[in-house]
């Protein structure tokens, strides 16, 4: 919608420049009508759900009704009558009106309407945030000398009468909590409660109960950069393992915090947790801290892994690479791929996700390898729905794979995967491509 108000922009302000010159007239007068006529426009937008209010219309609409005001200004004093004409003014006027006007539009441009398909379980969702802060760990992002604050969101099934799986999910390595809220909707209609995390300063930005902000940190972003050019392992590693320490020292800390509150009874989401029936997952990084998650917390029964390299089984640095962990994984794990590492991990070629190889021939149950074909990293989070711009310029893009297909598909899968291996409920059997 945004792009089809941008060139009725550029089409009225390119009219009005093109009337005004041929006849060599300001016309103020039908300038103003044009001004107060777009609020109005936008205001039956609204009003007959053509567009949804929200932060992306919020800049337009304040411009707007500038102008509008000017407009009516104008239009009672007809002080513009006066000015002499002069082609370059009007060419002027359009040009920084039509400039104006689409950097307001950008918004909703760049942060396209959108809407998450409804979740298909019975169960109404509710959802929570909170704010922890874990006193044995000082904040090294910073030199505060404060704690390390960590915010959580929660899904879960409103009015719930008993206990249900708990599901806690870290994101990727610049996301945010709502990340992949579509799948956590999901998962709570049907009977989970979901906690997802913002990890702060390696989180794009984050929101605590009061209300500060905290931004992605510039030296986690060069770290990032660093990670994707050296070819110095034992670089990578260390990058690796400091970031892969504060992630899985994150999620334990949440996991600990919520358990603790299960146990003191508190309210919210809290009282509706069964500790014996516990999930991890994650995107790309936060799938990484949740794979160490199941192999060192014996009270963690399944993992998914959303195109995750298995960083916590390095073991140390070899020449051509890194040294595994060889000891079975202890839990199921469903682990996800797209066509952006598919080829790296079947190939061996990789050496990051060396580890991933091993067990895409695994046998028995407890490894699940499926691939999305035409999918991409990104098609695995709600970002392609929610910012199609932005994921489109990072990574190596969006996919060919309809964005909602593939998400649909992907709640559908960590359903039957969670549902199997948490609540006993069928038998988890996927296909190997998608």
């Known amino acids: 919608m945004g792009i089809i108000i941008l060139i009725i922009i550029f089409i009225i302000e390119a009219a009005l420049a093109a009337y005004c010159i041929k006849t060599k007239s300001n016309h103020p007068r039908s300038r103003n009508i044009v001004?107060?006529?777009?609020?109005?426009?936008?205001?039956?937008?609204?009003?007959?759900?053509?567009?949804?209010?929200?932060?992306?219309?919020?800049?337009?609409?304040?411009?707007?009704?500038?102008?509008?005001?000017?407009?009516?200004?104008?239009?009672?004093?007809?002080?513009?009558?006066?000015?002499?004409?002069?082609?370059?003014?009007?060419?002027?006027?359009?040009?920084?009106?039509?400039?104006?006007?689409s950097l307001a539009t950008a918004p909703a441009i760049l942060l396209p309407q959108y809407k998450l398909p409804e979740a298909t379980g019975s169960y109404k969702v509710a959802t929570a945030e909170y704010s922890y802060v874990d006193g044995?760990?000082?904040?090294?992002?910073?030199?505060?000398?404060?704690?390390?604050?960590?915010?959580?969101?929660?899904?879960?099934?409103?009015?719930?009468?008993?206990?249900?799986?708990?599901?806690?999910?870290?994101?990727?390595?610049?996301?945010?909590?709502?990340?992949?809220?579509l799948l956590f909707r999901e998962l709570a209609s049907h009977g989970y409660v979901v906690c997802s995390i913002d990890h702060p300063f390696?989180?794009?930005?984050?929101?605590?109960?009061?209300?500060?902000?905290?931004?992605?940190?510039?030296?986690?972003?060069?770290?990032?950069?660093?990670?994707?050019?050296?070819q110095d392992?034992?670089?990578?590693?260390?990058?690796?393992?400091?970031v892969m320490e504060i992630r899985t020292s994150d999620m334990d800390f949440v996991l600990d915090t919520i358990i603790h509150q299960k146990t003191k009874g508190s309210e919210g989401p809290y009282h509706l947790v069964d500790r014996e029936r516990i999930g991890v997952s994650g995107h790309s990084m936060g799938g990484s801290a949740a794979l160490e998650l199941g192999r060192h917390r014996q009270d963690v029964s399944?993992?998914?892994?959303?195109?995750?390299?298995?960083f916590g089984d390095i073991l140390e640095v070899a020449s051509q690479g890194f040294v595994f962990?060889?000891?079975?994984?202890?839990?199921?794990?469903?682990?996800?791929?797209?066509?952006?590492?598919?080829?790296?991990?079947?190939?061996?070629?990789?050496?990051?996700?060396?580890?991933?190889?091993s067990y895409l021939s695994a046998d028995g149950s407890n490894a699940y390898n499926v691939c999305f074909r035409g999918a991409k990293h990104l098609n695995l989070t709600d970002l392609v729905l929610f910012m199609p711009f932005m994921a489109n310029m990072l990574d190596d893009g969006a996919g060919s794979i309809d964005k909602y297909d593939c998400l649909e598909t992907l709640n559908a899968l960590?359903?039957?995967?969670?549902?199997?291996?948490?609540?006993g409920k069928g038998v988890f059997a996927p296909e190997a491509m998608y």
């Open 35 to 101: 001004r107060i006529s777009a609020l109005i426009a936008l205001a039956l937008f609204l009003a007959l759900s053509v567009i949804e209010w929200g932060v992306r219309y919020w800049i337009l609409g304040a411009v707007l009704l500038i102008y509008a005001v000017i407009g009516v200004i104008g239009l009672v004093r007809k002080y513009e009558e006066k000015q002499e004409y002069k082609t370059g003014r009007i060419v002027r006027k359009a040009i920084v009106t039509t400039l104006i006007l």
């Open 136 to 181: 044995t760990r000082i904040e090294t992002y910073t030199d505060s000398g404060i704690g390390r604050e960590v915010n959580v969101a929660f899904w879960f099934p409103e009015n719930g009468e008993r206990t249900y799986p708990l599901i806690v999910f870290s994101h990727g390595m610049f996301g945010v909590k709502m990340s992949n809220e």
């Open 202 to 230: 390696q989180s794009f930005y984050t929101r605590n109960g009061n209300g500060d902000i905290t931004l992605v940190d510039a030296g986690y972003m060069n770290e990032y950069n660093e990670l994707s050019l050296t």
């Open 233 to 242: 392992y034992a670089r990578m590693y260390e990058i690796i393992d400091n």
């Open 302 to 310: 399944a993992v998914m892994a959303l195109e995750s390299p298995f």
């Open 325 to 357: 962990e060889d000891e079975t994984y202890p839990i199921p794990m469903l682990n996800v791929y797209t066509d952006s590492t598919w080829q790296y991990i079947v190939s061996g070629l990789d050496p990051v996700y060396a580890q991933n190889t």
């Open 414 to 423: 960590s359903l039957e995967f969670f549902d199997c291996h948490l609540k």
